[in-house]
C-alpha cells in the first residue's frame, strides 16, 4: 500500500508519500487540478492501493470525488487535533505533509467522520435557502427604511397588498425611485424560489421519518428537523447531550487555571445555520409549552434577553438529540425521557405522591 499525507491548499498540494512494500518515501507538490490528477490517476493505473490522509478543510470536493472515483482511501482528520500533535516549532507545508504521513504511519490519526454525498447535497439545499432568506430580509429591511423616509410605519402590512400600493405610490427623486423599483423586482423574484425551496425540504422531511420525528416537538418545523439530522448525521458518535451542545457550538468557552474559573461568550463553533435555527425554534417552543415558557422568563430576568435564547436553544438541541437517538416522539419524550431540573420537585425528579 502506498499511504500519502497530503497537506492540501485551494491551488496546490504538497505531499509525503511512503510505499509501504519496498519502504521508500518521496515528497512532491502537485499543482491543481491537472497535474494532481495525473498523479493520483498513474497510482491507479499501476493497480497501486492508496490510502490518502488529510486534514479538513473546504474547496476539495473535486479531490474527494476523484479518489471515490479511482477506489482509493480518503482519510480526513480533525485539524485541531493534529495541530496538537506538532513538535518541531517550524512549520512548513513540508513539514505538515510529514506529520500527516506520521500519524497514519503510527496509527495515530485523529480520522472524524464525513457525511455521505446524499447527505452534502441536501445541506446544500438548505444552505442554499438560508441564504435566499438571508438576501430577501436585507431587501425587506431597505424597502421599510424607504417607507420609514416617507413617514409610513406599516411593519408587516407594507407586505399586504395595501401596503404595497402606498409604498409604490410615494413620489421620489429619480435614483431613489430606481433604488425602490430594482428592491421590488428582486423581492418579487425571491418570493417564488424562497417558495420552491419550501416545498422542497417539505418533500425531504417526507422521506425522512426520523425528521418527522423531531417535528412532533412543539416549535420545531420540517426546516429545523431536517437540518438536525442532517449535520449531526450519526446520532451514536456522541456520548451524551453536553457533547452535541459542544458541538453546534451553544456552550461557553472556558478559560480557567488553577483557582480561577473564567466563562466567556458561545463559542459558535460547529454549524452556524444549525445554530441560528434552533435560537429561532427555541424562542417558538418557549411559547408553546408553559414550563419552557417560565424558565426563558426566569433566565431573561436574571442573564438578559440573549442569552435566555442560548439557554433554550441548548436545551432543545439537547431534547432532540435524545428523540434522535432514542427514536422518540414528543409524547414518547414526556413520558420516558429525564424530568430532572423541573419545578415543584424537590430533587429534580418526578416522585410517586404518597397515599
Known sequence: MIIIGADYHPGFQQIAFVDTD?????????????????FYRELAAQGQKVRVGMEASGHARWFERLLAELNFE????????????????????????????????????????????????????LWHRHRMVQARTRIMNQLQAVALNEGLRAKKKLWRECGRQQLESFPLAPWANRRRQDLLALLDRLNPTIAELNQAVNQEVERCPAAQRLMTHPGVGPLTALAFILIIGEAERFGCGKQIASYVGLVPLEKSSGNRRRLGHITKQGNSMLRFLLVE??????????????????????????IAKVAMARRLAVRLYWMMRKQWD???????????????????VYKTPRN
Open 22 to 38: 519496498t519502504g521508500e518515501f518521496q515528497e512532491r507538490q502537485l499543482q491543481h487540478r491537472e497535474e494532481a490528477e495525473k
Open 74 to 125: 480518503l482519510w480526513i482528520g480533525d485539524a485541531a487535533e493534529i495541530q496538537t500533535k506538532r513538535v518541531r516549532k517550524a512549520k512548513t507545508d513540508r513539514e505538515d505533509a510529514r506529520l500527516l504521513l506520521r500519524l497514519l504511519l503510527e496509527d495515530r490519526f485523529p480520522r472524524i467522520w464525513v457525511p455521505s454525498w446524499e447527505n452534502r447535497d441536501l445541506r446544500q439545499l
Open 281 to 306: 425554534a427555541a424562542q417558538v417552543t418557549a411559547r408553546s409549552i408553559p414550563e419552557w415558557r417560565s424558565r426563558y422568563f426566569h433566565l431573561r430576568m436574571r442573564r438578559g434577553r440573549k
Open 330 to 348: 414528543y409524547e414518547q419524550l414526556k413520558k420516558f425521557g429525564s424530568h430532572a431540573g423541573q419545578p415543584g420537585t424537590g430533587d429534580g
